[in-house]
């Protein structure tokens, strides 16, 4: 594509949300005002008073934006459309939320009414619920009632992971909660571009894809069979549950376990399993994830699943028994804290509607009360005499940087590789075959470059 239509297409894009979204803001705006006089005026006749809800919301039925759409979508109400309003403001047109910094003169502080919190570098007001729902209720308690319901978590915000409720601590009304938008919504509204979640401390995950097909892995026919188990589920799951009435008496989602030597081809497995299906994988980073400190690794885990829930995620945790292990006898505070952690696991992935696959190299490893949940149980064993001669063909599909002398059957029979050794001693090989100057790889560069994988494994040929 060319690149400068490209961005001119960007451009174009973002110079019409940004008309919506300036004009929607403007709207909230003067509602904000509109309450604020209602709130400090002397006049308490409710006849005299401003109703927020006579100023009409902007018409963007000719406008071509992503909020323009998402707003007729969802048919969104007056109250909906200011609490979106307010979310979005503090990204793109901080100041706006100024007047909010009022200060109580009788008291010598911030109006508790107007909620808000600190950011650590952000200067300016950033809202709560309680900024909302003073905007939309004032005073009257049977509407701020009302207005709770925009925060249900059933509620499209919340649900679609539009909006994120967070507290700074246990046990404060839930209206301190602070509003936070889903930075990948607000690319959306923004930009017109939908930009997926990337690894950072507050999202230890990591989208993995791979350029290779189901053609260069190599499996037992039973395992093709149970991977096409799930492929199946990923594709038809609400078909099983609703047209089979099924849903009485399953949960939502599937949970299996791939376990087996490393390099088999499990990691790969749930990348094509993505792949196949059009679904992004996710693979969670443990050293992220695991914590010494109490509530942390439950704290990081969370935000994965929360953000899992509402998206179509593949989620994948390699190397699973560092967090899924079996409990212990509690002889400490800390062997309860560990036992905590996998229960609080247990019941995540339990209530988790996405397919969540575990990796480890040892069945034995997984906790018991995980291995009676798993809807599939897979085992990837080291490849055969024949699997590993297909291995050795995909590593070299351009057979013209062979020697003549290159016996792959041969290599293939004597030595007990996996798929994942082998792209080693592949890529050693190559080098070896560089190193001497050579642009074809012979049959003693693929042997050396065997002994040194197996002498890394601990063995001796």
């Keep these: 594509?060319?690149?400068?239509?490209?961005?001119?297409?960007?451009?174009?894009?973002?110079?019409?949300?940004?008309?919506?979204?300036?004009?929607?803001?403007?709207?909230?705006?003067?509602?904000?005002?509109?309450?604020?006089?209602?709130?400090?005026?002397?006049?308490?006749?409710?006849?005299?008073?401003?109703?927020?809800?006579d100023i009409e919301p902007p018409d963007y039925s000719l406008h071509e934006s992503a909020y323009a759409a998402f707003i007729e979508e969802w048919n969104m109400t007056f109250d909906e459309r200011i609490a979106l309003a307010i979310a979005v403001i503090p990204h793109v047109r901080p100041g706006a939320l100024d007047m909010f910094f009022l200060q109580n003169k009788n008291l010598g502080r911030p109006y508790t009414e107007f909620g808000g919190w600190c950011g650590k570098n952000h200067q300016g007001f950033l809202p709560t619920c309680e900024t909302v729902n003073f905007v939309l209720a004032g005073c009257d308690l049977s509407r701020r009632l009302e207005v709770l319901r925009l925060f249900d978590e059933e509620h499209y915000f919340r649900k679609i992971d539009i909006i994120k409720i967070e507290h700074q601590g246990s046990g404060e009304p839930f209206w301190g909660g602070a509003l936070i938008m889903s930075p990948e919504f607000l690319n959306r509204l923004t930009t017109g571009q939908t930009h997926k979640p990337d690894y950072c401390a507050e999202f230890p995950a990591k989208?993995?894809?791979?350029?290779?097909?189901?053609?260069?892995l190599v499996l037992d026919p039973d395992v093709r069979e149970d991977i096409g188990a799930i492929e199946t589920w990923l594709t038809h799951s609400n078909q099983v549950m609703r047209d089979w009435g099924l849903e009485k008496n399953l949960k939502p989602g599937f949970r299996c376990l791939f376990y087996g030597p490393p390099g088999t081809g499990k990691t790969l497995t749930a990348t094509l399993l993505g792949a196949s299906t059009c679904l992004d994988v996710y693979r969670i980073d443990l050293s992220m994830v695991v914590s010494k400190y109490i509530g942390e690794t439950e704290k990081n885990l969370a935000n994965v699943f929360d953000q899992a829930q509402s998206r179509n995620w593949i989620l994948f945790f390699d190397e699973a028994d560092a967090l899924f292990g079996k409990r212990t006898q509690m002889s400490s505070s800390n062997d309860r804290h560990a036992n905590q952690e996998v229960s609080y696991l247990l019941q995540r992935i339990e209530d988790c509607p996405n397919v969540v696959i575990l990796?480890?190299?040892?069945?034995?490893?997984?906790?018991?009360?995980?291995?009676?949940?798993?809807?599939?149980?897979?085992?990837?064993?080291?490849?055969?005499?024949?699997?590993?001669?297909?291995?050795?063909?995909?590593?070299?599909?351009?057979?013209e940087r062979l020697s003549p002398d290159v016996r792959l059957h041969e290599l293939a029979e004597e030595y007990e590789l996996s798929g994942g050794s082998l792209n080693n001693v592949a890529r050693y090989a190559v080098l070896r075959a560089l190193r001497r100057g050579k642009d074809k790889v012979c049959h003693d560069d693929l042997v050396c470059g065997v002994r040194k994988e197996i002498w890394k494994e601990g063995k001796t040929v």
């Design 1 to 53: 594509m060319n690149t400068t239509y490209e961005n001119e297409r960007i451009l174009n894009t973002v110079n019409i949300n940004a008309l919506t979204i300036d004009s929607e803001i403007d709207w909230c705006v003067s509602v904000i005002e509109a309450r604020l006089e209602q709130y400090f005026s002397a006049d308490d006749d409710p006849k005299k008073q401003i109703d927020i809800r």
């Design 359 to 399: 990796a480890s190299n040892l069945k034995a490893n997984i906790d018991e009360a995980f291995m009676r949940r798993f809807q599939s149980v897979i085992y990837f064993s080291m490849p055969g005499p024949e699997q590993r001669f297909l291995l050795w063909k995909g590593l070299f599909p351009n057979t």
């Design 207 to 216: 989208l993995i894809t791979s350029r290779l097909t189901w053609n260069d």
